[in-house]
């Protein structure tokens, strides 16, 4: 069976500092990966998503970048936080990039103080 | 591209009445409409889904449907019990793209 490790749970940065999430999932290959930031009132915001090692789509130009090195591993990053950077993070895998479910890890709870 | 709104972005409903939370979205072209379910503090996990190739989609007290000419789809849930609490996201899919999310609905069921 398919699983998606996501971590660190919780995170408290000072604004910044750099930030750098993982996400690895195990059981399949080839994934397409997510980067989701969930905000309050603002539901699911995609940041990044990848359908292979090297490929990046951004789909909201802001403060993070994101890089996958092995295929089945997904990284969020950025050099400053700011204190907009604050939110729940979540990453997600699919087999193909649409209409098909997405399966999401359990989150990384960032604040930035 | 593709917009998603959903509606109300709160409920509270008794314990064993319905809730229904509806959404819209944007491009004619979307085919897979799932909906999600976030608990407290995790990561939303899917409850059911519809294509567009059908109008309604049951699952036990989970319930679906499609209107595909106005462009909106709902969630109905019978019989709801304290546990249905949470956040549910709607989504839509037009086949090229990456799934798009309402803002969600955060349902509470009062005992």
């Known amino acids: 069976s398919q699983t998606i490790h996501q971590w660190p749970a919780t995170l408290v940065q000072p604004v910044g500092s750099p930030l750098s999430l993982e996400c690895t999932v195990e059981?399949?290959?080839?994934?397409?990966l997510y980067w989701y930031r969930q905000a309050a009132g603002r539901g699911l915001q995609l940041l990044f998503y990848?359908?292979?090692?090297?490929?990046i789509s951004s789909e909201v130009p802001q403060n993070l970048s994101a890089s996958r090195p092995q295929d089945r591993q997904f990284i969020l990053s950025s050099k400053k936080l700011l204190l907009s950077d604050s939110g729940f993070y979540l990453c997600?895998?699919?087999?193909?990039?649409?209409?098909?479910?997405?399966?999401f890890g359990q989150g990384t709870r960032l604040t930035v103080v | 591209g593709e917009n998603v709104e959903q509606h109300p972005s709160t409920l509270s409903v008794q314990e064993g009445d319905s809730a229904v939370i509806k959404c819209t979205y944007s491009d004619s072209a979307s085919n897979y409409f799932p909906w999600y379910k976030q608990e407290l503090g995790k990561g939303p996990q899917l409850i059911i889904d519809?294509?567009?190739?059908?109008g309604e989609k049951k699952d036990q007290r989970i319930a679906v449907t499609l209107n595909k000419t106005a462009k909106h789809f709902s969630l109905h849930i019978t019989e709801t019990q304290p546990e249905d609490s949470a956040v549910y996201f709607c989504?839509?899919?037009?086949?090229?793209?990456?799934?798009?999310f309402g803002k969600g609905t955060r349902l509470s069921v009062i005992a």
């Open positions: 990848s359908v292979g090692i090297g490929q």
């Open positions: 059981g399949t290959s080839n994934p397409n």
């Open positions: 989504a839509a899919s037009n086949g090229n793209t990456p799934l798009v």
């Open positions: 519809i294509r567009s190739n059908v």
């Open positions: 997600a895998w699919s087999r193909v990039l649409s209409n098909t479910e997405a399966f």
